[in-house]
């Protein structure tokens, strides 16, 4: 039984080199060709494919990604190979994400073209030295990224709702006296709630917490530590109290 082959591409010249290439196989079937994306969900529909042959920028940049995501809902057998121009990260994750199982340079041999074919279609297609590397360090950028986020929610649940407001304003840009004025308290207690935010952050200025919090997207969480409204008048007294305890053990820094 021969590979049912199913090639989508917009260029007329690579159409034509595939046929050539196809044609060598005595094992492989060529079926009618497609130029983009909807055609290519329409003949994978009609002829069933054992393996597509899927370029993914055709009429828009993710025609391929799209089509290959449509068939697969009611094609699952159906074995894709990606074809692009480039081979960038996030063209080949996001073609494995798809559900492709292997991809081709535009410019890959006859030989390259038929074994991938061939391995698809038995299940066997290798995960490439190249794609290991590239998946082993995402990996690790992932894991990097997920212990940079729990580190920075721990440092955000330290936080009380009061410190979560004035550190949301900080980053929104309100000066010091602005946010006296908005929470109607003492400039000492601002100063004290500022630095108690800096000794719980591990920093030293209110320009690195914010520079901090806009790296590391942490202000929508912020945001929802923040369930207090920034004028309750009992706050308020308890903040003007706390202002004047602070008052009585010393003058604040200037933060």
């Not at 917009?10 to 009618?32: F, G, M, N, T, V």
Request: hydrophobic fraction near 35%; glycine fraction near 4%.
């Amino acid at each position: 039984m021969k590979i049912r082959v199913l090639i989508a591409e917009d260029s007329e010249s690579i159409r034509k080199w595939y046929q050539y290439a196809l044609e060598q196989a005595e094992d492989i079937e060529l079926l009618p060709m497609a130029t983009n994306g909807y055609e290519t969900m329409a003949l994978a529909a009609q002829y069933h494919p054992d393996v597509l042959i899927l370029d993914i920028e055709m009429e828009c940049r993710d025609a391929g990604i799209y089509a290959g995501s449509q068939i697969m809902k009611t094609l699952p057998e159906t074995k894709i190979i990606m074809l692009t121009v480039y081979d960038d990260d996030e063209t080949i994750f996001r073609s494995y994400e798809m559900g492709a199982v292997d991809y081709l340079i535009k410019d890959a041999s006859i030989e390259q073209v038929l074994e991938a074919i061939r391995d698809a279609y038995h299940g066997t297609s290798p995960i490439r030295q190249d794609v290991a590397q590239k998946l082993r360090d995402e990996f690790r950028r992932l894991k990097q990224k997920e212990h940079t986020l729990m580190t920075s929610m721990q440092m955000v649940q330290q936080l009380s709702a009061t410190e979560c407001s004035i550190a949301v304003m900080l980053c929104e840009g309100m000066s010091r006296k602005e946010i006296c004025q908005h929470r109607v308290i003492e400039m000492s207690t601002v100063k004290t709630h500022i630095r108690n935010i800096l000794q719980k952050f591990h920093l030293k200025s209110t320009s690195q917490l914010v520079e901090f919090v806009h790296s590391e997207n942490l202000l929508p969480l912020l945001r929802m530590c923040d369930k207090e409204e920034h004028h309750p008048n009992g706050q308020a007294a308890k903040e003007k109290l706390t202002d004047g305890q602070s008052d009585n053990q010393g003058q604040e820094p200037d933060l």
